[in-house]
């Protein structure tokens, strides 16, 4: 299920691009949880990290689609942004929030699908990449590349991450799951580390990013095996 914020403050624009998304599921199969916001200012009060995709027209009453992109960017690094306009020169400022496209007004099926398609298709390659957290303060969207590990804190997750220390009710089998196939490793019992956060091996303890996590004498040899394979493959 592909979670989609829909931007705009024309209703005939609204309808019609509702119409488009549920025509792309019927002839793709893709599911789509759509919310309807009629201007940036709706999107942006109280916004949380919990979309894939954002389509949001540029031209709106209260709050425009590039200042409302600009606003959700200091929240969510990950979220698809494409734009739909009747003013194709407003290319060039999208570079600054990292737009994915520009759909131009009138939309046209066509055009919209390709631009969909090629949105899914970033969110597929990144998709993994990132961990939607539910915590006592919201949710936040964490890039699994700057997680170091993750520890069982009684009925809580600890994710230590380069942007601090955030806790969470959850299980570790589930977090392991979600990371499968990505440089994670279960040393032990209680925790889960980023093999590419690892400075070295002491004793019985990896060393990650500074911090010493025991490694259980049952998974030393994976463990070892499978940092080698993690640094000859970051070395290629």
Do not use: W
């Not at 199969?29 to 954002?54: M, N």
């Not at 990650?208 to 000859?232: D, E, I, M, P």
């Amino acid at each position: 299920m592909t979670r989609i914020a829909l931007v705009e403050d024309d209703a005939i624009c609204r309808g019609q691009l509702r119409e488009y998304l549920d025509q792309y599921s019927r002839e793709t199969g893709h599911e789509f949880s759509v919310r309807v916001f009629k201007d940036g200012e709706d999107i942006v009060r109280d916004y949380r990290p919990e979309f894939d995709v954002i389509l949001m027209d540029i031209q709106m009453k209260y709050v425009d689609g590039m200042t409302a992109a600009e606003e959700i960017r200091k929240v969510d690094a990950g979220v698809v942004i494409l734009f739909i306009t009747n003013l194709a020169s407003y290319a060039i400022r999208g570079y600054a929030v990292d737009a994915l496209d520009y759909i131009l007004k009138p939309v046209s099926y066509f055009a919209f699908s390709q631009s969909l398609r090629r949105a899914l298709e970033r969110l597929e390659r990144h998709r993994r990449r990132y961990l939607v957290v539910n915590h006592k303060n919201g949710t936040s969207k964490v890039d699994c590349s700057r997680i170091y590990y993750i520890e069982i804190d009684g009925h809580n997750l600890i994710y230590h991450t380069a942007d601090g220390d955030l806790s969470a009710a959850g299980s570790m089998r589930d977090v392991e799951e979600s990371l499968a196939g990505m440089p994670f490793f279960r040393c032990n019992k209680g925790y889960l580390v980023n093999l590419e956060h690892v400075d070295g091996f002491s004793g019985e303890d990896a060393v990650v990013h500074g911090t010493r996590v025991q490694v259980s004498r049952s998974k030393k040899k994976a463990f070892l095996n499978a940092l080698n394979r993690c640094v000859n493959e970051v070395g290629q």
